[in-house]
C-alpha cells in the first residue's frame, strides 16, 4: 500500500463533455466505473507516478465516431483512443472517508506523460474545490525510485 499526498488542481475544461461521450463505452468494457460522476477531478501529486500496468486498459475505442461536433474537436476519438484505470482510493478532503475510485487514463491526453498529474473518476465529490488538499490510497505493489526523464 502506498498513499501519495496531492491537491486538486484546475484541468483543460474538456473531461467532461469527453467523459460524457466515452462513458457509454466504459460501463460496456470496464462495468465498475458505472457510478462515476461523468467528470474527472485533476490533481497535483506531490511525487511522480508512473503507471506501467493499470489495473485495465481498453482496445481502441471510437468514441467521437457519429457525433460531428466531438468528432472535429476531438480527433482522436474517431481513430480510436485506449484508455487506462488504476483502482484507488480517494480521500478528499483530507481525514474524509475514503472513497472507490479509478486513475483515468486516456492516451491521448495531454496529461499521459505528466508524472505528477493524474485524472480521477469517482463518484460525486460535494464542496470540491481547488487547491484542496487529498490523497489516494494505491493497494498494489510498487517500487520507489529516483528517476530522470529526457
Known amino acids: 500500500m502506498i498513499v501519495i499526498g496531492g491537491k486538486v488542481i484546475q484541468g483543460f475544461g474538456v473531461a467532461k463533455e469527453t467523459l460524457r461521450l466515452q462513458m457509454p463505452f466504459f460501463v460496456k468494457h470496464f462495468p465498475e466505473v458505472k457510478g462515476c460522476y461523468p467528470a474527472s477531478i485533476n490533481v497535483e501529486l506531490e511525487y511522480a507516478l508512473h503507471i506501467w500496468h493499470p489495473d485495465h486498459t481498453t482496445h481502441p475505442i471510437q468514441w467521437a465516431r457519429g457525433r460531428t461536433r466531438a468528432a472535429q474537436k476531438y480527433p482522436q476519438g474517431l481513430a480510436g483512443e485506449r484508455f487506462g484505470f488504476l483502482r484507488i482510493r480517494f480521500e478528499c478532503p483530507i481525514k474524509s472517508a475514503l ?32 487547491e484542496m488538499a487529498c490523497q489516494i490510497h494505491i493497494a498494489r505493489d510498487h517500487r520507489e525510485l529516483p528517476v530522470i526523464i529526457i
Do not use: D, G
Open 99 to 130: 472513497r472507490q475510485a479509478w486513475v483515468y487514463i486516456p492516451h491521448a491526453s495531454p496529461h499521459y506523460h505528466k508524472l505528477v498529474v493524474i485524472e480521477v473518476l469517482t463518484e460525486w465529490v460535494a464542496n470540491l474545490e481547488h
